[in-house]
């Protein structure tokens, strides 16, 4: 069982996982093979033994998978059950996307509060979320046991978001910004530029 | 010089690019060294001599580079000059992010329109680029020989849309709903789940 998972596994457990889950009782009650997982989703059979045995120590030559502890596997790795919580600081388009999203459940991830400066969204609910102001960030994290945060606000204003972050408690950051943060070592900063990602695609450097 | 060029690289190229650019006249017809751009810069005097041997292959021991000779091939490799064309499918808070972002420039991108079948905001603008019917965008792409497309619809219409785009000469797709889309062979799609990101960068696996 290794700890070194790729985006491309990450991807596909999800996907595993639902398709475990709805397996007939006389099914799940079983074993079951990578062959077996790999047919249903039409996924190639080295890749998903790969991705099965990344997350799951329970897997023999010629018996496959104990369903049941493949599940449980899958659900601990993806952090199913204890939700991770996330806020997002900055509640412009970018942000109302991502408060909208639904997607991170998956991944044992729960946005619980986006926050911005502006008086006219602060109070607002974006999908059941509420925006809040700046100065309540501190106190929210604390209250919730936070420390994943997001930064979508403008590059001129992400340096002194950071570190409200900081003082808050957050020590991982997924910044949008198109700009460098400066924070201290412990914290553990991933810019997410998408205008990269696109040159990337462009010049088929990906 | 190599076309191995990292996303960490492709971040910093627009700083040297900025960086060169405002250097006054008797420096930027002279010679520069990797070392003097590092320490303008506060960086790695390593990473900046290997960044820029990555796009120019102008760098002599002891001489430096040429700083005009150095300008040209940054901007000759980010684009810049010979813009290419993209188009966002879908016009909702992620898309009209997008829209609104006015960073592609730097990598010789440039947004030419949004997509929507939404009557309600066809026909509006989002900092001066058109959201337009779907209906349009192979006109659209054939004018403007446009070649790259964002997918930011919901994932119950990715696919359908990317069937769009094929059909309008799109070859790179960037695809932000969380589902796999099929294409031919020759169409590059990229996904980009935001939620995955958050969870490598929440297990520490980035």
Redesign the interface.
């Known amino acids: 069982m290794s700890?070194n998972?790729t985006?491309q596994t990450?991807?596909r457990l999800p996907l595993y996982l639902n398709y475990l889950k709805s397996l007939p009782q006389e099914k799940s009650s079983g074993n079951i093979s990578a062959t077996a997982v790999a047919e249903a989703l039409c996924l190639n059979d080295v890749q998903v033994r790969k991705d099965l045995a990344s997350v799951s120590s329970g897997g023999r030559p010629k018996v496959g998978y104990v369903t049941r502890k493949l599940i449980d596997d899958i659900e601990k790795f993806?952090?199913s059950g204890s939700c991770?919580g996330?806020i997002v600081a900055g509640a412009?388009?970018?942000g109302?996307?991502?408060l909208?999203?639904n997607?991170?459940g998956?991944?044992?991830?729960d946005i619980v509060a986006g926050f911005d400066c502006d008086e006219n969204i602060i109070g607002t609910m974006v999908n059941g979320k509420p925006v809040l102001a700046l100065s309540e960030m501190d106190c929210v994290c604390r209250k919730n046991n936070v420390h994943?945060g997001?930064i979508?606000v403008p590059e001129t204003a992400a340096q002194a978001v950071c570190d409200v972050m900081v003082k808050a408690g957050i020590t991982?950051i997924?910044n949008f910004a198109?700009v460098h943060l400066n924070a201290p070592a412990e914290v553990?900063i991933?810019?997410?530029?998408?205008?990269?990602?696109?040159?990337?695609?462009?010049?088929?450097?990906?």
């Open positions: 700890r998972i985006s990450l991807q993806l952090g991770d996330v412009g388009n970018l109302r996307a991502l909208a999203f997607g991170f998956d991944y044992g991830l994943i997001i979508t991982e997924l198109p553990t991933q810019n997410q530029n998408i205008a990269i990602s696109l040159a990337m695609l462009s010049r088929h450097l990906i």
